[in-house]
């Protein structure tokens, strides 16, 4: 079982951001992901998105062993060949530590700057193939029908790791078969056990078909984590501001509950910086389930952490990526230092 960490966007001071960092590293955690968005917010001024790949860089230069990836990116915003430059260019400055996020893109980076969506699951499957291509091969020839034709191409750079690996954001059957065929990693949005459950036995049975082994695909859960050992309550009320974000991904919460219904006019893929439909589907917000923050995180003491951990690992995460909401933060890390790691590295052995 992995353990990394999920930097928050909008984000944070970066001092806070660098100091967690090398506190997670210090405490065994794998990698650390961070949202390549160019906004998070209706309104400017809310908080600051940075660059992903130049933060993740930031982060390389004081940090020795953690991965760095993105949580994620998408296959719309860059030329597949800048993409690969890009990682490959972290992948030299980290050692060898470089992972790339990647799915299908959302509204909110995307539409109101003029680029399109259109074909976003194809252009994914393309993607993917030709970030490899020009990660491994000396010179690509390829005629797309999203970048033109490719003629003849190259990039002056090589990773160290001969191809960084991909996390695909499969939310749907369409990308879960291209993660099952192409993926080294599955980092779908947040859902409970019993729903993730189901989900990685899909991307299984396509990687079988594929002729790949499925057991070699890394299965990430991405989560809120608070632990309060003197007062669970507060670890809930920590996390409580994200319930709206389950009315947004509807379809999910709908599977998770069968017969609540929810409204599905929306998803965070199409929720835009002046949407009108947002106050319509946050009416909806008392309708939620009383047990939907401790049925999709792991929240509470710190044997109600490793029950919930337990649950993800038994429908079968292999990786859990936690977004820190303390109450103390640094507390948490070392609760995951001291008890939840070695729970887990010995109930392996």
């Not at 993740?56 to 004081?62: D, E, R």
């Not at 993917?128 to 491994?136: A, C, G, N, S, V």
């Not at 790791?161 to 695909?168: A, D, F, H, L, T």
């Not at 079988?208 to 299965?219: M, Q, S, T, V, W």
Request: hydrophobic share 35%; aromatic share 12%.
């Amino acid at each position: 079982m992995r353990f990394s960490f999920h930097i928050p966007v909008p984000t944070p001071r970066l001092e806070f951001m660098f100091e967690g960092t090398k506190k997670a590293e210090e405490s065994g955690f794998f990698g650390v992901f961070y949202a390549d968005h160019t906004t998070m917010s209706p309104q400017k001024g809310t908080g600051t998105c940075y660059d992903a790949y130049c933060f993740l860089t930031a982060l390389a230069m004081i940090t020795k062993k953690v991965k760095l990836c993105t949580g994620v990116s998408d296959c719309h915003r860059f030329h597949p060949a800048l993409m690969a430059h890009k990682v490959a260019t972290l992948d030299q400055i980290s050692n060898g530590r470089a992972m790339i996020g990647l799915g299908a893109g959302e509204a909110m980076n995307i539409d109101m700057y003029g680029l399109s969506r259109k074909r976003s699951v194809s252009k994914l499957r393309e993607y993917i193939i030709l970030l490899r291509k020009f990660w491994t091969e000396k010179r690509i020839n390829h005629q797309s029908d999203f970048w033109g034709e490719i003629k003849n191409a190259f990039i002056e750079i090589s990773p160290i790791q001969k191809s960084p690996p991909i996390y695909i954001a499969a939310n749907g059957p369409k990308t879960r078969q291209i993660t099952g065929e192409l993926g080294d990693g599955w980092y779908p949005l947040y859902q409970p056990p019993w729903v993730i459950k189901k989900n990685i036995n899909e991307v299984k049975d396509t990687a079988k078909k594929a002729g790949r082994d499925p057991d070699e695909i890394d299965y990430v859960y991405d989560c809120f984590v608070a632990i309060d050992d003197d007062n669970p309550e507060n670890a809930e009320k920590r996390c409580e501001f994200f319930k709206t974000s389950y009315l947004l991904n509807s379809w999910i919460t709908n599977e998770a509950y069968p017969g609540l219904n929810l409204p599905e006019g929306m998803s965070v893929h199409d929720f835009g910086m002046d949407s009108n439909v947002a106050l319509d589907v946050f009416s909806h917000l008392n309708r939620l389930p009383e047990t939907i923050l401790q049925d999709f995180n792991c929240i509470g003491t710190t044997d109600d952490v490793i029950e919930s951990i337990e649950k993800y690992k038994v429908a079968g995460i292999t990786h859990l990526s936690i977004m820190n909401r303390g109450p103390d933060p640094n507390k948490v890390y070392e609760i995951f230092r001291d008890k939840i790691i070695p729970y887990f590295e010995e109930l392996e052995k």
